[in-house]
């Protein structure tokens, strides 16, 4: 496991990968274990009836249906806890890519050696790629689980869609924690913008619909590209896998451009 | 190129040898073989997680990534801070194989003493300007000796005014004292000798205090 950049990064990240994994894989099973309860209930789907628009499309993107497998998986797993884990993970592995390996002073030590800052980017963003790839394919497979366990029955190219869809939410905003660190070599900007700009972009994408000045700026959310077209009940969308996958190519762009031209801190 | 910095820094939780296997193999040109001879050269212990470990034996750590990969140039930020006397000498042994294979080693300390036993050539910084470059053996022959004499009877300054080079002349009754560059001796000896001498004396001084005699009041980062 230390025979690259990459791997050395995931040996890092081992533990945390493990934590994360579980968490949203026990997650997913928690909340498919309700679902028997839930979905023989109307007044659950009534209740989301009667709550104001605004928060309804807060936090359950409006439209959902606690009825179905589908939808019920959409409000309780995709719309919030989901994103915040994956969110979390990449923002975190962004954020220790460069500007951690700074902050500790090894930087230095590791860019004494014959490997170019690009390839170091890449290596590091390759690393968080496989992360996000391990935790949406369990959160993916817990949801299948769920199918014939608890009855959530979900198909299965949808569930997968939903987590391609989910996994570049993240990577948007782990590449843009990179891209911040890679720059600055600040720790708490690239922790810190990421997250206020991902407050900001899931509070765009729920109010747009309601606030008309917001409604220009919905679709330049992450969080829209990532739900807007219902992923678990639409299935993959290529536009939105292409906005998502554009940014991230930009924003390691940027990072690999910020992180050349810059003395690193020793 | 093996490179040290001034203040090194290592990943907590990897051991000596992990740091050898995972910078080794970004390097490409590292054997394990290497690694064992030199840690054992130091007498480090490569199996405990550098969190462990004493600020000397991070250091020695250090060192030993540095030139673990062994022909290139070595750069070395005070390379001995936090060393014993027992590694500092171990650690000159390797520089001087080092060197006498045909490698060379840019060495930055501010320790003159250190430098004076192996450095070939010295370079002074002074806030951040080169001000100097010399051979060792050329600022040896500036080196100054401090010359004391006591002659039998009272000499007047006068008498060694002339010879160029002296520093902080002086008399007082029967004795002077000063500094002289080595270069300066033959003349002075000779001054010395047209007076009936009672005693003698001339110890060379410290390289470090050639340095600041020379390159002035602060001026004492050498390279």
């Given at each position: 496991m230390l025979r690259s950049v990459l791997l050395k990064t995931l040996r890092d990240q081992r533990r945390s990968l493990l934590a994360y994994a579980i968490?949203?894989?026990?997650?997913?099973?928690?909340?498919?274990?309700?679902?028997?309860?839930i979905k023989d209930q109307p007044s659950m789907s009534d209740f989301m009836n009667q709550m104001p628009e605004a928060m309804r499309s807060m936090f359950a993107m409006s439209g959902a249906d606690l009825s179905t497998p589908a939808g019920y998986a959409k409000v309780e797993l995709m719309s919030f806890i989901g994103p915040i884990l994956v969110i979390l993970y990449a923002v975190s592995a962004g954020n220790a890519a460069v500007a951690g390996e700074e902050d500790r002073?090894?930087?230095?030590?590791?860019?004494?050696?014959?490997i170019s800052r690009t390839r170091l980017v890449l290596d590091k963003l390759g690393a968080m790629i496989i992360g996000i790839l391990?935790?949406?394919?369990?959160?993916?497979?817990?949801l299948l689980l769920s199918g014939p366990v608890f009855g959530l029955s979900i198909a299965a190219g949808k569930a997968a869609a939903a987590m391609v869809h989910l996994g570049l939410l993240g990577l948007v905003f782990g590449a843009l924690a990179l891209a911040i660190g890679a720059t600055t070599g600040r720790t708490g900007a690239s922790r810190g913008v990421p997250a206020l700009v991902a407050v900001l972009a899931y509070m765009v994408n729920g109010l747009a619909s309601m606030v008309s000045w917001l409604e220009?700026?919905?679709?330049?959310?992450?969080?829209?590209?990532?739900?807007?077209?219902?992923?678990?009940?639409?299935?993959?969308?290529?536009?939105?896998?292409?906005?998502?996958?554009?940014?991230?190519?930009?924003?390691?762009?940027?990072a690999i451009w910020g992180f050349r031209r810059r003395d690193v801190l020793a | 190129m093996g490179y040290l910095s001034g203040e090194p820094a290592l990943y907590d939780r990897l051991t000596g040898r992990e740091h050898a296997q995972y910078l080794g193999f970004l390097r490409h040109n590292v054997t394990p073989k290497r690694v064992e001879e030199l840690s054992g050269r130091l007498t480090l212990d490569l199996d405990r997680p550098s969190r462990e470990l004493s600020k000397g034996n991070k250091q020695k750590l250090a060192l030993v990534l540095a030139m673990m990969s062994a022909p290139p140039p070595l750069v070395l930020d005070e390379p001995t801070g936090g060393l014993d006397p027992i590694a500092q000498q171990d650690f000159h042994d390797i520089l001087c194989e080092h060197t006498d294979a045909g490698g060379s080693v840019l060495l930055s300390s501010h320790v003159l003493s250190e430098v004076q036993r192996v450095a070939d050539r010295v370079g002074v910084l002074r806030s951040g300007r080169l001000v100097a470059v010399e051979r060792l053996d050329e600022l040896r022959s500036k080196s100054l000796h401090h010359v004391q004499a006591h002659?039998?009877?009272?000499?007047?300054?006068?008498?060694?005014?002339?010879?160029?080079?002296?520093?902080?002349?002086?008399i007082s009754d029967h004795t002077m004292t000063c500094s002289a560059p080595q270069s300066a001796l033959d003349l002075l000896l000779k001054r010395v000798s047209l007076h009936q001498v009672?005693?003698?004396?001339?110890?060379?001084?410290?390289?470090?205090?050639?340095?600041?005699?020379?390159?002035?009041?602060?001026?004492?980062?050498?390279a």
């Open positions: 968490s949203i894989g026990a997650l997913v099973m928690l909340y498919g274990s309700f679902w028997p309860s002073h090894t930087m230095d030590l590791l860019l004494a050696n014959p391990l935790i949406t394919a369990v959160a993916g497979a817990s220009p700026l919905q679709k330049l959310s992450p969080f829209y590209q990532y739900g807007g077209h219902d992923r678990l009940r639409n299935g993959i969308s290529g536009p939105a896998v292409m906005v998502s996958v554009l940014t991230v190519a930009g924003l390691v762009l940027i | 002659f039998s009877e009272p000499v007047a300054l006068e008498a060694f005014s002339g010879v160029p080079g002296l520093v902080d002349l002086s009672v005693d003698f004396e001339c110890v060379e001084a410290e390289l470090e205090e050639t340095f600041l005699t020379y390159y002035g009041e602060g001026g004492d980062h050498a």
